[in-house]
């Protein structure tokens, strides 16, 4: 069940979840386009008529975080709630995506999790091609876009599960190619090569005491 106030309270939209039919609240106009029914973990993309399956995902084991949905804090001066999460299991553990939901701007940013580190994402380029992230080596330069960056590490993840409104994730449960890096403007890189397309996103490291949370 979703708890009180796990709730995006702004602009949201509820609509029956496409699985089973329990009420999925989300903000259409928020640039996640995916959600995950609290019931029956069904994924679904926002779509103009609604909601479109996309597949199940599995239940997440909960892990120590500050972070929680439908929390609230203040992020480099701005409000923001904790509108979703999603889990990728990678070589050394997992790390989690926590989607952050600026209503002040109806825009999403995120902050990965990985052992007590965050990066605080606030760029999302998704490029409707394919990229061979796979033949990129770790420890050299490598290019995307517009961007050069050095590749720190390189290796395989894979979505296991999320909850809430997330971004499109094309299939849980498979093996996605992703690299990260540091570019000559010294942001923080992940290139994730989705198949038919490629997520690019850039962003910076951020300690606990940048997040101010409020009290609930
Ligand atoms: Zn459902």
């Known amino acids: 069940m979703m708890e009180e106030g796990t709730q995006i309270p702004e ?28 019931y ?7 779509v103009p008529e609604g909601l479109a399956p996309v597949g199940d995902t599995a239940p ?3 892990m120590p975080s500050l972070f ?23 070589e050394d553990g997992f790390w989690d995506e926590w989607i952050l939901y600026f209503p002040e701007d ?9 052992e007590g580190e965050w990066v605080f994402f606030r760029e999302k380029q998704v490029l409707q091609e394919h990229t061979d992230v796979g033949s990129w080596s770790a420890m050299s330069q490598a290019e995307v876009a517009d961007k ?7 290796g395989a993840c894979t979505p296991l599960g999320a909850e809430g409104q997330i971004f499109m994730i094309p299939a849980f449960g498979v093996s996605y190619e992703y690299a990260d890096g540091t570019t000559q403007e010294g942001e923080e890189i992940v290139v994730m090569d989705m198949g038919q397309s490629t997520a690019v ?4 490291p951020i300690g606990f005491g940048e997040i101010t949370w409020k009290e609930t």
Request: glycine share 10%; aromatic share 8%; proline share 6%.
């Open 201 to 204: 996103c850039l962003g910076h």
């Open 68 to 90: 929680a949905m439908g929390k609230r804090g203040v992020l480099e001066g701005k409000a923001f709630v904790v509108a979703g999460r999603a889990r990728y299991q990678y």
């Open 60 to 62: 997440l084991a909960e």
């Open 106 to 114: 109806e825009k999403a940013m995120w902050v990965t999790e990985d």
């Open 40 to 46: 029956c973990k069904l994924a679904s993309a926002v």
């Open 148 to 154: 050069s960056f050095f590749v720190n590490e390189r």
């Open 11 to 38: 602009k949201t939209q509820t609509t029956p979840c496409p699985g089973c039919g329990g009420p999925i609240s989300y903000a259409p106009s928020l640039d996640a386009q995916m959600v995950v029914c609290p």
